[in-house]
């Protein structure tokens, strides 16, 4: 993950990570808008895409998108068929002339195997494929089509925004993401962006005022200050969600952030960080210092992140800061935990007599944009 070719040797561990989680999001995200009868076209938006592949051909992200779009039984062909169904585009770009030539041929390999394979007598990626040679900065400030697309409610969006370095996602750059409908977006942030990122002149004033340290000689936590940063960008009105995994490569620490405008969009997310990180949901590095696997106090349930946050929770219920199950079920969302937190310490709160609920009481804590909504009475 350092600024020579990715592409140009075998990807490594930490890389394969990455794309892992890549992988994992778009699987979960691209059947809830294959699914929505309000969703027209399906736009898959690769920025950085490489040349798609690595040298002894492990796929990059824009073919691990195809191979999702797919599904491993080809499911998401069947539904894509079907009449009303969205339709799907993929917009690769690779701004190095010869790796967008290289893309060309690996998309179009890779489509071919797909279909000498298919036993359908339609493919709905027929026409799905666009691979450009753009400079990213030109296709997000002045592209007229992109910036329809980007502002269409009927049309989902995923974004990915696999950079080198850090300059390419400016606040602007991420306000017009955050603010566009149905856009959901993972950035990559580079270790290097770690060291120079509170010399960035609004990134100096930010923490001037709200008196924020930042130590770069504590990588880990610097990935919780940066993703705060871009959080104090949301317009306060706005309900976002946000949350970032630390990925470290020896003593470089590199960051992925993911930005969605719907909590189902987070609920996936956040679902995959856990499974990655059984502890904190955020890092490959036990980000918290918890006992680790192996040792004899290694207790997934009993970490120090999970602890920290079922102790906000019920403080925050006895305080009556939250008073009913949608605000708390978002505020563990929104702080990067699982909801099935938050109904574990009502649970935990009722039984010890603390509290009772006004409404019928459920566990629901999946699809929280859809849950009954209850209050919270304390006793
Ligand atoms: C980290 S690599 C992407 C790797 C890719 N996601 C994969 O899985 O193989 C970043 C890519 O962005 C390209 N790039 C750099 N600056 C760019 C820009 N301003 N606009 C578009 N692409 C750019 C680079 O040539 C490089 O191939």
Same mark, same amino acid.
């Given at each position: 993950?350092?600024?020579?070719?990715?592409?140009?040797?075998?990807?490594?561990?930490?890389?394969?990570?990455?794309?892992?989680?890549?992988?994992?999001?778009?699987? $979960?995200?691209?059947?809830?808008?294959?699914?929505?009868?309000?969703?027209?076209?399906?736009?898959?938006?690769?920025?950085?895409?490489?040349?798609?592949?690595?040298?002894?051909?492990?796929?990059?992200?824009?073919?691990?998108?195809?191979?999702?779009?797919?599904?491993?039984?080809?499911?998401?062909?069947?539904?894509?068929?079907?009449?009303?169904?969205?339709?799907?585009?993929?917009?690769?770009?690779?701004?190095?002339?010869?790796?967008?030539?290289?893309?060309?041929?690996?998309?179009?390999? $890779?489509?071919?195997?797909?279909?000498? /394979?298919?036993?359908?007598?339609?493919?709905?990626?027929? +026409?799905?494929?666009?691979?450009? /040679?753009?400079?990213?900065?030109?296709?997000?400030?002045?592209?007229?089509?992109?910036?329809? &697309?980007?502002?269409?409610?009927?049309?989902?969006?995923?974004?990915?925004?696999? /950079?080198?370095?850090?300059?390419?996602?400016?606040?602007?750059?991420?306000?017009? *993401?955050?603010?566009?409908?149905?856009?959901?977006?993972?950035?990559?942030?580079?270790?290097?962006?770690?060291?120079?990122?509170?010399? *960035?002149?609004?990134?100096?004033?930010?923490?001037?005022?709200?008196?924020?340290?930042?130590?770069?000689?504590?990588? +880990? $936590?610097?990935?919780?200050? &940066?993703?705060?940063?871009?959080?104090?960008?949301?317009?306060?009105?706005? =309900?976002?969600?946000?949350?970032?995994?630390?990925?470290?490569?020896?003593?470089?620490?590199?960051?992925?952030?993911?930005?969605?405008?719907?909590?189902?969009?987070?609920?996936?997310?956040?679902?995959?960080?856990?499974?990655?990180? +059984?502890?904190?949901?955020?890092?490959?590095?036990?980000?918290?210092?918890?006992?680790? *696997?192996?040792?004899?106090?290694?207790?997934?349930?009993?970490? &120090?992140?999970?602890?920290?946050?079922?102790?906000?929770?019920?403080?925050?219920?006895?305080?009556?800061?939250?008073?009913? =199950?949608?605000?708390?079920?978002?505020?563990?969302?929104?702080?990067?935990?699982?909801?099935?937190?938050?109904?574990?310490?009502?649970?935990?709160?009722? /039984?010890?007599?603390?509290?009772?609920?006004?409404?019928?009481?459920?566990?629901?804590?999946?699809?929280?944009?859809?849950? $009954? +909504?209850?209050?919270?009475?304390?006793?």
């Amino acid at each position: 993950m350092a600024k020579k070719d990715i592409n140009k040797s075998e990807f490594s561990e930490e890389t394969k990570l990455k794309l892992d989680l890549f992988r994992e999001c778009y699987r $979960e995200w691209f059947p809830v808008f294959v699914h929505n009868p309000y969703i027209k076209h399906i736009f898959v938006y690769d920025m950085f895409a490489g040349s798609g592949t690595d040298s002894v051909g492990n796929p990059g992200s824009p073919i691990i998108l195809f191979q999702e779009s797919r599904g491993d039984r080809k499911q998401h062909c069947k539904s894509l068929l079907k009449k009303n169904a969205p339709q799907v585009t993929f917009a690769f770009n690779e701004f190095e002339p010869t790796k967008k030539d290289e893309l060309d041929e690996n998309v179009s390999k $890779e489509f071919s195997a797909c279909k000498s /394979q298919c036993t359908e007598n339609e493919c709905p990626f027929e +026409k799905s494929f666009y691979c450009g /040679q753009n400079d990213f900065s030109n296709l997000i400030n002045g592209n007229a089509n992109f910036n329809q &697309i980007l502002s269409n409610k009927n049309y989902a969006k995923f974004i990915l925004l696999d /950079q080198y370095g850090f300059k390419q996602i400016n606040d602007d750059v991420f306000l017009k *993401l955050v603010n566009s409908p149905n856009t959901d977006f993972i950035f990559f942030i580079a270790s290097s962006f770690i060291k120079r990122f509170k010399d *960035l002149p609004a990134v100096t004033a930010y923490f001037d005022n709200k008196k924020i340290s930042y130590d770069e000689t504590k990588p +880990k $936590e610097c990935h919780r200050v &940066i993703t705060d940063y871009f959080r104090n960008l949301i317009p306060p009105e706005k =309900n976002y969600y946000l949350h970032s995994f630390t990925i470290q490569k020896g003593t470089n620490y590199y960051g992925l952030i993911f930005g969605t405008n719907h909590s189902l969009g987070m609920e996936k997310f956040v679902k995959v960080c856990w499974r990655h990180d +059984k502890q904190a949901g955020e890092s490959n590095c036990n980000i918290d210092n918890d006992f680790e *696997l192996g040792t004899l106090f290694y207790d997934p349930n009993n970490s &120090i992140r999970r602890n920290t946050m079922e102790g906000i929770v019920e403080s925050k219920i006895l305080q009556s800061e939250i008073t009913d =199950n949608i605000t708390g079920l978002n505020y563990v969302l929104k702080n990067g935990c699982e909801p099935k937190l938050f109904v574990e310490v009502v649970k935990k709160l009722l /039984q010890q007599g603390k509290i009772q609920v006004d409404g019928k009481f459920n566990s629901q804590s999946t699809n929280i944009h859809k849950v $009954e +909504k209850y209050k919270i009475v304390i006793i």
